[in-house]
């Protein structure tokens, strides 16, 4: 049986990736995807995913939701995503978008269905943290949140902070503080899932149009000058962050966690922080380790998987 999953995030190229894999395995139902303000603004996350379930003729529920964090403005990533979040390269599409707002959409899917969902988040977490305050009720009917963000040693938008939990601290703090099972990969879960220039040539042979797209986006990706981590990150490669929750859910054998009491510094020069609390009180399993080649390996077998609205 597949596992049910909704998928929350603001594409963004990562984001994007993680999309076409979650919708291109046997393994996993998505039952809607949820797009909130992060990486771009909302319109254009919500557009970008337009363009890739257009993209992947796929008839997937789509919602807008949150334009801002819960109390700070957004900081978002033209710089890093390119003005329209995609470096341009899906064109506009038409596709249809709930009237619901993210967090109702949720919320009557997770009370309709008759087994747990799993929330995978790419993005900030604000829609799931009005999920939780608006609709308590659903608490049980999550079986867990996979989610892309925080880091237990490093940052990436500061030195404490990676973005995600950065752009809502606040909104982390409730998901992290709501008793749901967390599966939280971080900056070193997706420093050790680099995609290599390599592999990117591999990736680029293969002869459909996801592996055409796919490549395109990392060769973008891999120009991106990011000196924060150009110790860890070698110029053309790309970390893998946002497909790694995707993975995980996938495949977990190939993944290594570590049970950690995860707090949120919501304010002040730490702000956005997933600071481990040296106690029992668990609340995270985080990904601590991963095998770079087979997930590797399983991106491109997903690139490979043929969907059933394939003309190809």
Not at 136 to 141: A, F, S
Not at 222 to 246: C, Q, W
């Amino acid at each position: 049986m597949k596992i049910p999953i909704i998928m929350d995030c603001d594409p963004g190229w990562d984001d994007t990736i993680a999309i076409i894999m979650a919708l291109s395995n046997n393994i996993l139902d998505v039952k809607a995807i949820t797009c909130v303000a992060g990486n771009v603004s909302v319109e254009k996350t919500t557009e970008n995913a337009k363009k890739v379930l257009n993209f992947m003729k796929s008839n997937v529920i789509l919602a807008s939701g949150a334009k801002r964090p819960l109390v700070y403005s957004l900081r978002s990533l033209e710089n890093i995503h390119g003005e329209d979040g995609l470096y341009g390269l899906l064109e506009n599409a038409e596709y249809g978008v709930d009237k619901r707002k993210a967090d109702e959409l949720i919320k009557d899917l997770l009370l309709e269905s008759k087994e747990k969902i799993t929330i995978v988040v790419t993005g900030a977490l604000t829609n799931i943290a009005l999920l939780i305050k608006n609709y308590p009720e659903c608490i049980d009917k999550i079986k867990k949140i996979c989610m892309m963000g925080g880091g237990i040693a490093t940052g990436n938008i500061t030195k404490y902070a990676e973005f995600n939990i950065y752009t809502d601290p606040h909104a982390a703090n409730i998901v992290f503080s709501s008793g749901i099972p967390i599966v939280m990969c971080g900056l070193e879960a997706s420093y050790k899932s680099i995609c290599k220039k390599e592999d990117v040539v591999e990736i680029s042979k293969i002869e459909n149009k996801k592996s055409k797209l796919v490549s395109k986006i990392l060769e973008e990706s891999g120009k991106v000058n990011r000196d924060y981590i150009k110790e860890i990150v070698k110029k053309g490669d790309s970390p893998l962050y946002d497909p790694v929750p995707v993975a995980y859910l996938i495949r977990p054998d190939i993944f290594k966690t570590k049970k950690y009491n995860i707090k949120i510094e919501i304010e002040g020069e730490k702000r956005g922080q997933t600071k481990v609390i040296n106690n029992n009180n668990y609340n995270a399993e985080v990904v601590i380790d991963v095998n770079r080649k087979e997930i590797i390996d399983l991106l491109i077998n997903c690139l490979k998987f043929k969907n059933k609205n394939d003309g190809e």
